[in-house]
């Protein structure tokens, strides 16, 4: 039975698109999962920097659509996870090196081989994104709290249902404070703004950047606050109905620190 | 502190100044996106204002204003003819033509609020986009 191929899109850049498909495809392959990601960010790879594989690439996505290796040449196992494994964008060439039926027949190919095939959509709604949804059937839109993420993230959503592919939403970088304080809009803001199902809420917090520049998936830092937060999204898009974490609640960051200090 | 007390009521939190400026903001992206929904709600303006009054379909214009809490929709619809009362519907229309007692402008300026979204504008603001001018149509 083929996976499902899912792309992970936002509009604006600098969102979290691409920590948050490396660490969602960590979570899933943790999980049991068999999990490729596909970096559709051509001529601006950053997906193997994030999961700290850049030293292995060898071919990448053009390459496989021009024929010149196979997709299992290409897909990098992440040793970390029996069952993840990347598949690099470009970096030297341009988003027109690659039509939409190609990228969709290479996405169709990887879904044929994992449970989940994630896509790491580039920013905007030019030929990189349409490349990105070619071969979609559900979208997973990551926005933050923010005025211009989500008039950006709109438009994809207005793109995306153009395309009828399902979409769930992930609001990043989450201020629990600031929302309690009125100087940040709530998740139930956006997703009214948005008229999207919600999949996720992942804090603001700093540990993200401190996992990153190590390259490593938040999911296997034991002591990461983040990490069931990843895990929980997993959860959901498996299917399982996960509740969701109250960050309006005042006790929340007490429980924070508290499981700071027992750390 | 009074002038605090104030200045605390009249501030409203930022949050709350965001979700206003994106409601807005995304109606207006929609309508821009989708010319075709302005030309339908044209079509079927001008069918209704029809059925009383003689309008030139050719004139008639749209356009959306923002203003400081609301999008409004201004409809300028040029009237050719208005029917004595009861001397029959220009449109052929065998309905009653109340509009026949309107004042021979040239032109009918209509406003009604657009509500582009279910949860859009709550009663306080429709209140205030109340104008004395019959608000022929209303878009939702």
């Known amino acids: 039975m083929s996976g499902r191929r899912i792309v992970i899109t936002s509009g604006k850049g600098g969102v979290g698109k691409t920590t948050t498909t490396a660490n969602l495809g960590a979570a899933l392959a943790k999980r049991g999962a068999r999990v490729i990601l596909v ?3 051509i001529g601006l790879r950053n997906l193997d920097l994030v999961l700290g594989l850049e030293k292995r690439i060898v071919f990448d996505v053009v390459e496989v659509a021009e024929g010149r290796c196979q997709l299992r040449q290409a897909l990098i196992k992440d040793k970390r996870f ?10 030297t060439r341009d988003k027109d090196a690659i039509t939409e039926q190609q990228f969709a027949a290479i996405v169709e190919q990887a879904a044929e081989q994992a449970d989940f095939v994630l896509i790491d959509c580039p920013a905007g709604i030019e030929a990189g994104f349409r490349n990105a949804i070619a071969g979609a059937q559900e979208a997973i839109v990551v926005t933050t709290p923010e005025v211009s993420a989500i008039r950006d993230a709109d438009r ?26 009125g100087d940040m809009l709530s998740v139930d803001d956006v997703c009214e703004i948005l008229s999207v199902e919600l999949l996720g ?6 540990e993200i950047i401190d996992t990153t520049n190590r390259g490593e998936p938040i999911v296997l830092d034991e002591s990461a606050k983040l990490r069931t937060i990843y895990d929980k999204i997993a959860r959901r898009m498996e299917g399982e109905v996960v509740a969701f974490t109250n960050f309006d609640a005042q006790g929340l960051f007490g429980r924070l620190f508290g499981a700071l200090k027992a750390g | 502190m009074i002038e605090w007390l104030k200045k605390m009521l009249g501030t409203q939190p930022s949050s ?11 109606m207006t992206d929609h309508l821009a996106l989708a010319p075709e929904i302005i030309e339908n709600m044209k079509r079927d303006l001008v069918d209704v204002i029809s ?13 959306f204003e923002r203003e400081d809490r609301a999008l409004a929709m201004m409809a300028s619809i040029p009237i050719i003819a ?36 279910p949860t859009a504008g709550d009663p306080a603001k429709r209140k205030r986009r ?5 608000n022929p149509a209303t878009a939702h």
């Open chain 2, 16 to 26: 709350n100044t965001a979700k206003e400026r994106l409601r807005l903001v995304l």
């Open chain 1, 82 to 91: 029996e069952s993840l494994s990347i598949l690099p964008a470009a970096q």
């Open chain 1, 39 to 41: 970096d559709a960010d």
């Open chain 2, 82 to 117: 208005v029917n004595r009362p009861g001397g029959g519907t220009p449109a052929d229309e065998a309905e009653p033509t109340p509009a026949a007692e309107a004042p021979p402008a040239a032109q009918a300026t209509a406003s009604p609020s657009v509500a582009a979204t």
């Open chain 1, 201 to 206: 809420i992942v804090p603001d917090d700093e």
């Open chain 2, 51 to 63: 059925r009383y009054v003689e309008v030139d379909r050719q004139k008639v214009e749209i356009d």
């Open chain 1, 156 to 181: 994809v959503v207005g793109k995306l249902n153009e395309k009828k592919i399902p979409i769930r939403l992930i609001v990043n970088r989450l201020r629990p404070a600031m929302v309690r304080s």
């Open chain 2, 130 to 134: 109340k104008k004395p001018s019959a």
